[in-house]
T-cell receptor, first 113, second 113 residues
Framework: GIQVEQSPPDLILQEGANSTLRCNFS?????LQWFHQNPWGQLINLFY???GTKQNGRLSATTVATERYSLLYISSSQTTDSGVYFC???????????????FGKGTLLTVNP | KAGVTQTPRYLIKTRGQQVTLSCSPI?????VSWYQQTPGQGLQFLFE???????NKGNFPGRFSGRQFSNSRSEMNVSTLELGDSALYLC????????????FGQGTRLTVV
């Protein structure tokens, strides 16, 4: 099945710094999403971005589907940005979608005041 | 509109018992997926349902089962609980899996003692 690799696994920043999280995937995808897992475990949707670039406030994301990677940018980080960020993809197979999201292992972001 | 609702939020069970978890998707969404999250294995796909039909199943033993009702609500059942089944169980809904964004519930945290 498709492989999803996220880097870096851990990232420690000072408040106000910028960061880039990367997600590499091994096959064509028809869905790519970025999530932030809150301390209670819920996955919060950040971006649905199978291709192209999107921005939402201090966050932006870019997916280059032909090169099989996606980037999540966090600017002017705040302590509330701390947590685990997941990339998840849904891939095609010969019959169409395989109807499941495959997750990377996540990036644990810690933003210190 | 209301999000994905999972009940119960927390559950403690004894080895050998069975458990049923419930998921109510966003109104109008017809695809419901289930995922298990553990510290060691990360987020793993359990199964996906669309219009009461299971379209894909992850690599889990037969003790894990699910179903979807005509109103798109879904339940998953785990029989003969083992200590290793302790995990956060997350449910996701989407309008049509494969081409649309998935939204997750708050999860059910199951502890098997």
């Amino acid at each position: 099945g498709i492989q999803v690799e996220q880097s870096p696994p851990d990232l420690i920043l000072q408040e106000g710094a910028n960061s880039t999280l990367r997600c590499n995937f091994s096959d064509s995808v028809n869905n790519l999403q970025w999530f932030h897992q809150n301390p209670w475990g819920q996955l919060i949707n950040l971006f649905y971005i199978p291709s192209g670039t999107k921005q939402n406030g201090r966050l932006s994301a870019t997916t280059v589907a032909t090169e099989r990677y996606s980037l999540l940018y966090i600017s002017s980080s705040q302590t509330t940005d701390s947590g685990v960020y997941f990339c998840a993809v849904e891939s095609f197979n010969s019959g169409g979608s395989n109807y499941k999201l495959t997750f990377g292992k996540g990036t644990l972001l810690t933003v210190n005041p | 509109k209301a999000g994905v609702t999972q009940t119960p939020r927390y559950l403690i069970k004894t080895r050998g018992q069975q458990v049923t978890l419930s998921c109510s998707p966003i109104s109008g969404h017809r695809s419901v997926s289930w995922y298990q999250q553990t510290p060691g294995q990360g987020l793993q796909f359990l199964f996906e349902y669309f219009s009461e039909t299971q379209r894909n199943k992850g690599n889990f033993p037969g003790r894990f089962s699910g179903r979807q009702f005509s109103n798109s609500r879904s339940e998953m059942n785990v029989s003969t609980l083992e200590l290793g089944d302790s995990a956060l169980y997350l449910c996701a809904s989407s309008f049509v899996s494969g081409t649309t964004e998935a939204f997750f519930g708050q999860g059910t945290r199951l502890t098997v003692v």
